[in-house]
């Protein structure tokens, strides 16, 4: 089995803050930019998992990479380049304390909702007859706003814009981008036999521009469909078939573990993580289309200290 990154700690001279979340190791350097590790973690339930995969991280970062360059068109983003398969380095902006949820299809949390008898979500509407999976009349944005600690939480249009979190101008901007951005991984997820349920964003600012930040349409952000057979599935009630990691959970929940108090992790076996390798990869190259290239993973960290110090 390949080595996998757990973690980074590149002290880099350049180097003027640290954050590690969950999946990314980021590093502020001097120059006003942001220096972003995708490192192999993986997380479920809000947990990260105790053993990486190898790989995952390169999948996450050089997925995000093919979307980000594919919408520069529609919208200005962070990155600047990428100097190792695991690294991306791009403008350090002020991100708005909103994540930008735009939903297609009545799935997860939204389908949660609406089983409870709620016809609204985040001030949105939602018709009466719907069942799970179905697609809405047209997609529908639910903000959610970016908590420091805990879950995130659902807010509408009106009060993010009443409590002044996002100015209304700057709001309606966010909103056409959100649709722009939607409708173009819409297309592309069509264009691979797919298609893209739903989706987060985020935003930031730079230099008084809104700028497009983070990942986008990757596997741990956004929920794909298989196109094929998908009316028929619906139509006879049955569940799609998903492209996401989805069946890491199942396998959690099915050894006990939801990331519920008093709940112990269970233990992965190789043939498990070589599995989820396998499975991100073939998520990789359906979604983008492209043959995975697996970097070199003697010296991972090593691989990217030199990648980094030799763009310089």
């Known amino acids: 089995m390949a080595n996998a990154l757990k973690e980074t700690n590149l002290n880099l001279s350049d180097q003027v803050a640290f954050y590690r979340g969950k999946v990314r190791d980021v590093y502020t350097l001097e120059d006003g930019k942001l220096l972003m590790v995708a490192s192999d973690r993986i997380s479920a339930f809000d947990h990260v998992l105790p053993r990486a995969i190898p790989h995952k991280g390169q999948v996450l970062n050089q997925t995000a990479v093919h979307f980000l360059n594919a ?6 983003n962070w990155l600047l380049e990428t100097p190792d398969p695991n690294v991306a380095i791009g403008l350090a902006c002020a991100p708005y304390k909103v994540e930008m949820v735009i939903r297609g299809y009545l799935v997860g949390h939204a389908w949660r909702e609406y089983k409870a008898g709620k016809r609204e979500i ?69 264009e691979r036999g797919l298609i893209l349920v739903d989706t987060k964003y985020e935003f930031g600012r730079h230099n008084d521009k809104i700028v497009l930040i983070d990942e986008i349409h990757t596997p741990d952000s956004s929920r794909y469909f298989y196109a094929d057979g998908f009316a028929e599935r619906q139509q006879k009630g049955e569940r799609q078939k998903q492209l996401s990691k989805e069946f890491v959970r199942e396998w959690l929940m099915e050894n006990g573990f939801q990331g519920k108090e008093g709940q112990s992790m269970p233990e992965m076996p190789d043939a498990l993580v070589e599995k989820i390798t396998h499975r991100y990869v073939e998520l990789y190259e359906r979604v983008t289309g492209k043959v995975f290239e697996p970097a070199e993973t003697g010296d991972i960290e090593g691989r990217i200290l030199r990648a980094v110090t030799n763009r310089r």
Do not use: W
């Open 71 to 76: 919408t520069r068109d529609i919208c200005p």
């Open 122 to 190: 985040c001030g949105v509407p939602m018709p009466d007859g719907m069942r799970e999976n179905d697609p809405f009349p047209e997609p529908i944005i639910t903000p959610a706003t970016k908590a420091e600690e805990g879950h995130d939480e659902d807010i509408s249009r009106e009060e993010i814009i009443r409590q002044g979190i996002v100015a209304e101008a700057e709001y309606k901007q966010l909103e056409a981008y959100t649709r722009a951005l939607f409708a173009r991984g819409t297309a592309m997820a069509a």
